[in-house]
T-cell receptor, first 114, second 110 residues
């Protein structure tokens, strides 16, 4: 089955720790995205990547970092500089013809700071 | 750039009631429009899409028509079920980013 996988489903972080959230896709999509969702809120874009070895900051990139070494993978690191990281994190990829393409989402990772 | 405006929630309906969730858009050209659904604790799932003006997307009893004259893409369902309780997002692609509405929470009571 084609799709996007995220791991782990639940993640607990102690204060001052960096943690890395995994995102893998087998849809052969060039573009990948990371969003943050707080309880009862919409989506906020953290980082996006249009192509391997290139990525751009989104609206709330401070305290986060990413890499895009492979087309299939777009891991997100939540650093200790992110002061309020408890949230639901969603990875997505996008494919298709320009302006008619579709974005697909993974199942999400719920991060809790202890 | 492209933008979408979605009606505020929450929307609370009785089972078998008619559902409308409003979405209007502003866009350069005529991009595809989308509705996504998010069930509690899950990621977003594509519910339906329309790729051009006057196109109707449909799935699982939900429908939405891409109306150029009113710049709207309202989501409708004739008879909602308890299992439809979720958050619904209207969306449109931008040049590099997707543009999402703020989400509308639907609660269906038995």
């Amino acid at each position: 089955d084609g799709g996007i996988t995220q791991s782990p489903k639940y993640l607990f972080r102690k204060e001052g720790q960096n943690v890395t959230l995994s995102c893998e896709q087998n849809l052969n999509h060039d573009a990948m995205y990371w969003y943050r969702q707080d309880p009862g809120q919409g989506l906020r874009l953290i980082y996006y990547s249009q192509i391997v070895n290139d990525f751009q900051k989104g609206d709330i990139a401070e305290g986060y970092s990413v890499s895009r070494e492979k087309k299939e993978s777009f891991p997100l690191t939540v650093t200790s500089a992110q002061k309020n990281p408890t949230a639901f994190y969603l990875c997505a990829s996008r494919g298709g013809a320009f302006f008619t393409d579709t974005q697909y989402f993974g199942p999400g990772t719920r991060l809790t700071v202890l | 750039g492209n933008s979408v405006t979605q009606m505020e929630g929450p929307v609370t309906l009785s089972e078998e009631a008619f559902l409308t969730i409003n979405c209007t858009y502003t866009a350069t050209g005529y991009p595809s429009l989308f509705w996504y659904v998010q069930y509690p604790g899950e990621g977003l799932q594509l519910l339906l899409k329309a790729t051009k003006a006057d196109d109707k997307g449909s799935n699982k009893g939900f429908e939405a028509t891409y109306r150029k004259e009113t710049t709207s893409f309202h989501l409708e369902k004739g008879s909602v079920q308890v299992s439809d309780s979720a958050v619904y997002f209207c969306a449109a692609p931008g040049t590099y980013k997707y543009i999402f509405g703020t989400g509308t929470r639907l609660k269906v009571l038995a």
